[in-house]
Nanobody, 127 residues
Framework: QVQLVESGGGSVQAGGSLRLSCAVT???????MGWFRQTPGKERERVAT???????RSADSVKDRFTLSIDSARNTLYLQMNNLKPEDTAMYYC??????????????????????WGQGFQVTVSS
């Protein structure tokens, strides 16, 4: 059974940095992994995702500021967030998507197709 447990959210002033961690248990070899965020009244949106081959893609709104990384030895997914802006305020979730056949390549699939989710962590950026 795959489980995702997040840590590292919190509050920061604009321009600051935070790092989110997502500890993964279970066999996720070849899965797509990623980070999503959601604000009240809005749909969950993709922040950064990696396919099963390790190719990472980030949303235009966070490129050059946020970095997704995966430490395979520690089975941990990270999201380094720099130069945070008030509009980055949201609940952040890590997620995993099992490939339909073999290695997952659909990291940009809609959020509701992802199979496993972390519990979410609030990130608040004040101006």
């Amino acid at each position: 059974q795959v489980q995702l447990v997040e840590s590292g959210g919190g509050s920061v002033q604009a321009g600051g940095s935070l790092r989110l961690s997502c500890a993964v248990t279970g066999d996720t070899y070849g899965y797509c992994m990623g980070w999503f965020r959601q604000t009240p009244g809005k749909e969950r949106e993709r922040v950064a995702t990696a396919n099963g081959f390790g190719t990472i893609r980030s949303a235009d709104s966070v490129k050059d500021r946020f970095t997704l990384s995966i430490d395979s030895a520690r089975n941990t997914l990270y999201l380094q967030m720099n130069n945070l802006k008030p509009e980055d305020t949201a609940m952040y979730y890590c997620a995993a998507l099992r490939g339909s056949v073999g290695i997952c390549v659909r990291d940009r699939a809609p959020p509701d197709e992802y199979n496993y989710w972390g519990q979410g962590f609030q990130v608040t950026v004040s101006s």
